[in-house]
């Protein structure tokens, strides 16, 4: 597509249950990115996947959090047992290189957790 | 690690007046880029600018300007000419290239521009 799309763009949910965001990333953009934007963390860095190789975990606040993606494309953000402290704004964004020339970025998904 | 500070949470000019958004960061790194993303109400951030810190020459697009103070760990993002379509959020942002990218943005906590008409 033309742009980076996110689904769903909302979502409500129930405490202590699982959600999965999605991301489709522009085409041919090897490295892919998620974000959380939270009104009292700011933007956060979660992960960064570049084309097929495994990426690093180590910015996902809990391991509540994992994230995947397959065949160099489409990336899942999977939080487990949410919490009202996941309640945030998810962003995307992708990139030809690894962000050098700025990212594309999703318009986001609302996560609310009651 | 990386730091961004924007020290003004809110900003309110009248159209057609010349605004200037600041921005500092802190780094050891020598070679990183800058970046100047704005997040209208549809929250998706849009890129403004961007400026690599081996060029000593400022950014320019359009109506867009930065001050890139590199000793000073400064970058000021200067709009003229203001339009009420400028009204959003405006982040500023860092990235260290020594990681190739994998460490992402460093984000400011943003100001919210308000142009009036």
């Known amino acids: 597509g033309a742009g980076v799309s996110q689904s769903p763009s909302n979502k409500v949910t129930e405490k202590g249950k699982d959600v999965e965001l999605r991301c489709d990333p522009i085409?041919?953009?090897?490295?892919l990115y998620w974000y959380r934007q939270s009104l009292g963390q700011g933007l956060e860095f979660l992960i960064y996947?570049?084309?097929?190789?495994?990426?690093?975990k180590s910015g996902l606040p809990s391991d509540r959090f994992s994230a995947e993606r397959t065949g160099g494309s489409v990336s899942t953000l999977t939080i487990q047992r949410t919490q009202q402290e996941d309640s945030a704004v998810y962003l995307c964004?992708?990139?030809?290189?690894?962000?050098?020339?700025?990212?594309?970025f999703g318009s986001g998904t609302r996560l609310t957790v009651v | 690690a990386q730091t961004v500070t924007q020290s003004q949470p809110e900003m309110s000019v009248q159209e057609a007046e010349t605004v200037t958004l600041s921005c500092t960061y802190d780094?050891?790194?020598?070679?990183?880029?800058l970046f100047w993303y704005k997040q209208p109400p549809s929250r998706q951030m849009i890129l403004v600018i961007r400026q690599e810190a081996y060029k000593q020459q400022n950014a320019t697009e359009n109506r867009f300007s930065v001050n890139f103070q590199k000793a000073a760990k400064s970058f000021s993002l200067k709009i003229s000419d203001s339009q009420l379509g400028d009204t959003a959020m405006y982040f500023c942002a860092f990235m260290d290239d020594s990681g190739g990218g994998a460490d992402g943005l460093t984000f400011g906590k943003g100001t919210h521009l308000i142009i009036q008409p």
């Open positions: 780094t050891s790194e020598n070679n990183y880029y």
């Open positions: 964004a992708s990139s030809f290189s690894p962000g050098a020339y700025g990212y594309t």
């Open positions: 996947f570049q084309g097929n190789s495994a990426p690093d």
């Open positions: 085409s041919g953009h090897t490295a």
